[in-house]
């Protein structure tokens, strides 16, 4: 498994949804909970984390979805020092009920969906070398949190995001987990919006890879953007090993949110 709209009608955030489970009630993932020691981080990964961002701000600023850009400041990362997740946490948590929890690495399925039904994102703590500025294949704090946390203060997104957990949380059948990973890739990690009559990226993998978001930028040799069809994205084999050649569209969040509900039905949970 996986390692606002401008002009939409999107619905409240559910006020029913459970507050951020405490940490002693996840079972499964709490093998790989760890403390971030935040006061370890050296200059140079400073250094790094300061580059990284530095380079993806001008393209995103033009290219990615408003509800990216405006989690970015409401969760108040910075530019030049690597993120203190209890801060990030405690912008977040009163906005949608998400946590940046720290975790040691990759978690086993059951951990990383128990997790996301929790509203508690998974996130590694360690920064990538100058050796693998372009990509690293692991985890890491970059990614995780530069990638995917601004979207989680989007109160749709962040609905989305604890549905899409739970239904996955009751899959028993590994042929659904994989049809369903796939909707986390097109979305989550490879998602892009119709907004304000252009495409814009929302997918971490987008927002954190210079090469993959220029690739779509760009429209790269082969690329296709097609409107999103649960049905089509769940048959839609990923090659992680090359420039993603389909992208899925989706015209506002609810239509993903709607999608993971209809996806829990499809698959007979």
């Known amino acids: 498994m996986p390692t606002s709209l401008v002009g939409s009608a999107e619905p409240k955030p559910d006020p029913g949804k459970p507050a951020t489970r405490p940490q002693s009630e996840l079972a499964a993932a709490q093998p790989y909970l760890i403390?971030?020691?935040?006061?370890?981080?050296?200059?140079?990964?400073?250094?790094?984390?300061k580059e990284l961002v530095t380079r993806?701000?001008?393209?995103?600023?033009?290219?990615?979805?408003?509800?990216y850009l405006e989690g970015f400041e409401q969760i108040g990362l910075q530019v030049d020092?690597?993120?203190?997740?209890?801060?990030?946490?405690?912008?977040?948590?009163?906005?949608?009920?998400?946590?940046?929890?720290?975790v040691s690495g990759f978690l086993p399925a059951d951990a990383f969906f128990e997790m996301l039904a929790a509203r508690r994102f998974p996130t590694t703590t360690w920064i990538r070398s100058r050796g693998s500025m372009e990509y690293t294949p692991e985890p890491e704090i970059f990614h995780d949190v530069f990638g995917h946390v601004p979207m989680h203060a989007h109160p749709v997104f962040a609905n989305f995001l604890q549905e899409y957990g739970r239904v996955c949380a009751g899959?028993?059948?590994?042929?659904?987990?994989?049809?369903?990973?796939r909707l986390f890739w097109f979305?989550?990690?490879?998602?892009?919006?119709?907004?304000a009559g252009k495409i814009k990226v929302y997918g971490s993998g987008l927002i954190s890879s210079h090469g993959e978001c220029t690739h779509l930028v760009e429209r790269g040799p082969g690329l296709e953007i097609r409107e999103?069809?649960?049905?089509?994205?769940?048959?839609?084999?990923?090659?992680?090993?090359?420039?993603q050649p389909v992208l899925y569209a989706i015209e506002s969040f609810d239509q993903i949110y709607e999608a993971a509900r209809e996806a829990e039905s499809r698959l007979g949970v």
């Open 56 to 67: 993806r701000l001008p393209q995103l600023q033009q290219h990615a979805s408003i509800a």
């Open 187 to 195: 979305t989550v990690e490879f998602g892009v919006i119709h907004e």
């Open 81 to 102: 020092q690597l993120p203190q997740l209890k801060q990030v946490s405690a912008r977040l948590e009163p906005r949608t009920g998400w946590n940046s929890t720290p």
């Open 228 to 243: 999103f069809d649960l049905a089509k994205v769940m048959d839609t084999v990923v090659d992680v090993s090359q420039m």
């Open 171 to 181: 899959l028993k059948s590994a042929g659904a987990l994989e049809r369903l990973g």
């Open 35 to 49: 403390e971030q020691d935040w006061a370890a981080y050296t200059l140079e990964q400073h250094a790094i984390w």
